[in-house]
């Protein structure tokens, strides 16, 4: 069994800052793509950041700019770093360790967001 342990995340006022870990086992952090999505109320899963085993890059266009995602490699960890935070940031967020396929996809067990003054 796969376990991705999320950590982070909380209460915080519009403009402010979090910073969300993932920690994976070494064989995930190495072998995996890895990357952060978000559930909003009432909306549906959605990518927020991720980055392959190429160490490739890609956000959704609602963070670029704001949003950090990065490997700590002594750590075996993926990092949200997530700044200029807005109210529609809100949501609970979701790590994410796949190849691709159904079979290989695993999830953390979600962190809740919270965006408000």
């Known amino acids: 069994q796969v376990h991705l342990v999320e950590s982070g995340g909380g209460l915080v006022q519009p403009g402010g800052s979090l910073r969300l870990s993932c920690k994976v086992t070494?064989?995930?952090?190495?072998?995996?793509?890895l990357g952060w999505y978000r559930q909003r109320p009432e909306k549906q899963r959605e990518m927020v950041a991720g980055?392959?085993?190429?160490?490739?890059?890609n956000y959704a266009d609602s963070v670029k700019g704001r949003f950090t995602i990065s490997k700590d490699n002594s750590e075996n960890t993926v990092n949200l770093q997530m700044n200029s935070l807005k109210p529609e940031d809100t949501a609970v967020y979701y790590c994410?360790?796949?190849?691709?396929?159904?079979?290989?996809?695993?999830w953390g067990q979600g962190v809740q967001v919270t965006v408000s003054s």
């Open positions: 994410n360790a796949g190849m691709g396929t159904p079979q290989y996809d695993y």
């Open positions: 070494k064989f995930i952090f190495t072998n995996y793509a």
């Open positions: 980055v392959d085993v190429a160490g490739d890059i």
